[in-house]
T-cell receptor, first 112, second 112 residues
Framework: SQKIEQNSEALNIQEGKTATLTCNYT??????LQWYRQDPGRGPVFLLL?????KEKRKERLKVTFDTTLKQSLFHITASQPADSATYLC???????????FGKGTKLSVKP | NAGVTQTPKFQVLKTGQSMTLQCAQD?????MSWYRQDPGMGLRLIHY???????DQGEVPNGYNVSRSTTEDFPLRLLSAAPSQTSVYFC???????????FGNGTRLTVT
């Protein structure tokens, strides 16, 4: 069965540094991959989508890469701020209806 | 600018009781879905719908029923609640096949 793994449950970094989160998947070749942010007590909020034919996508301080050979996506936050502290989820589409399956998330803490 | 609205925010049930979790969206999205989120398990798809009158099972459908009589509403029914259904439930909708999911802020359900 398809498996999606975010290899860190938690990541602690200093303000101003670049945070790098990893998402790996197996047994599947998704057409696209999405990243979401979730704050405590709230639903996930969409951040970025990257398609299989795109190597990299950027939005302000966020950058996502997608390596279909390694079956891996990297999510970067540059010049991180305490306000970036949240749980970040990656998600892949699965099946003919494009249902999303989610990783378990990485909880990022940015210390001032 | 309501988006996806879930009610109630919190609910406590006794084993064997039934209830309906409400979900409504005002974006005219055809696709709607229900996920549950448990610690260490991530988001898991319960049921989804690709339009009014059409529903299908996700990866963890047992113990839950859904219906889709209108585009706007997608209620989730627990016919006989069990402690294993203690979780946070999220409803989500999207515009088209590879567009982002819009989530509600969840219903926290405890079954004693």
């Amino acid at each position: 069965s398809q498996k999606i793994e975010q290899n860190s449950e938690a990541l602690n970094i200093q303000e101003g540094k670049t945070a790098t989160l990893t998402c790996n998947y197996t047994n599947y070749s998704p057409a696209y991959l999405q990243w979401y942010r979730q704050d405590p007590g709230r639903g996930p909020v969409f951040l970025l989508l990257i398609r299989e034919n795109e190597k990299e996508k950027r939005k302000e301080r966020l950058k996502v890469t997608f390596d279909t050979t390694l079956k891996q996506s990297l999510f970067h936050i540059t010049a991180s701020q305490p306000a970036d502290s949240a749980t970040y989820l990656c998600a892949l589409e699965r099946g003919s209806q494009g249902n999303l399956i989610f990783g378990k998330g990485t909880k990022l803490s940015v210390k001032p | 600018n309501a988006g996806v609205t879930q009610t109630p925010k919190f609910q406590v049930l006794k084993t064997g009781q039934s209830m309906t979790l409400q979900c409504a969206q005002d974006m005219n999205h055809e696709y709607m879905s229900w996920y549950r989120q448990d610690p260490g398990m991530g988001l898991r798809l319960i049921h989804y719908s690709v339009g009014a009158g059409i529903t299908d099972q996700g990866e963890v459908p047992n113990g839950y029923n859904v219906s889709r009589s209108t585009t706007e509403d997608f209620p989730l029914r627990l016919l006989s609640a069990a402690p294993s259904q203690t979780s946070v439930y999220f409803c989500a909708s999207r515009d088209s096949y590879n567009s982002p999911l819009h989530f509600g802020n969840g219903t926290r359900l405890t079954v004693t």
